[in-house]
């Protein structure tokens, strides 16, 4: 068992029992998070990418923590939080969407993942699926329904690059490299809802521990129609993505 959480900074005290984790993959959003679930958040640790605040639900600590971008940090944070006694992780994040069914604004909970990381192959052959936690794709649908939310249910595609891996010529070179060409078109094809970059490293690392993983998306882009990213909606849609996990987590702790 790992003990010591040297990357995030943090002991086991810290978390004060604390048995469900928030995870954003960006450090600025851990405090807007952490103030949804409690008026009076603590900060614990900010070390790297990894900063953590602890908030307090109706005497349940619950700890939110950003994970950086890409499955390499994520696994990181996972692996210490597993070690430290958290056994539900729930991801908060962005995503660009890749069927024109799917609106900017929308929500996406997933289901399971395509393993285009690298980190999740080091701890399970590329066989195994990454799938979410079945609870908690419950949780989260109910409360993207409770808070009328526009939402899809699905796979998502997760790749270690933002630009090559996703099909992106909006790069340095503009180049794509031929294995990566026509891509974005057969996830498409396959049903696949669309691209972000940690939760397939989310879902398998916490299978093969035995622990609990959902994820929840907000659509900040649709890459069938345009790849340009607005900030405004960025934070209209990341808001929409904290309000549903949040809800999820108060739905998680009031049932035990
Ligand atoms: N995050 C990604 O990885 N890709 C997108 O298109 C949007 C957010």
């Not at 070179?173 to 974005?184: A, R």
């Not at 994820?215 to 069938?224: E, M, P, Q, S, Y």
Request: proline share 4%; aromatic share 6%.
């Amino acid at each position: 068992m790992v003990m010591n959480a040297y990357h995030l900074g943090l002991s086991r005290e810290d978390l004060r029992g604390a048995e469900i984790v928030l995870l954003p993959g960006d450090p600025f959003r851990v405090p807007r998070i952490a103030a949804t679930l409690d008026n009076d958040p603590i900060e614990i640790a900010h070390h790297r990418e990894f900063r953590s605040a602890l908030a307090d639900l109706q005497g349940t600590a619950v700890l939110v923590t950003s994970t950086g971008i890409g499955g390499a940090s994520a696994a990181i944070a996972i692996e210490e939080l597993a070690g430290l006694g958290v056994r539900t992780f729930l991801r908060i994040g962005t995503t660009g969407a890749i069927q024109p069914s799917v609106g900017v604004g929308d929500l996406i909970v997933a289901a399971g993942a395509v393993r285009l990381d690298g980190a999740s192959s080091q701890y399970a052959p590329l066989s195994f699926p990454a799938v979410a936690d079945h609870r908690l794709v419950n949780e989260l649908i109910a409360s993207a329904v409770s808070r009328k939310q526009d939402h899809h249910v699905g796979l998502v595609v997760s790749t270690d690059t933002f630009y090559p891996g996703q099909e992106r010529y909006d790069s340095f070179t503009g180049y794509v490299p031929l294995s990566h060409q026509g891509t974005l078109e057969e996830w498409k094809r396959l049903g696949c809802l669309s691209y972000e970059m940690e939760t397939a490293t989310l879902f398998t690392i916490t299978r093969t521990m035995g622990l609990a993983a959902g994820a929840v998306l907000g659509v900040i882009v649709n890459r069938t129609t345009s790849e340009a990213v607005d900030s405004k909606v960025v934070a209209n849609t990341e808001d929409r993505a904290i309000q549903c996990a949040a809800e999820a987590v108060r739905r998680l702790v009031a049932t035990g």
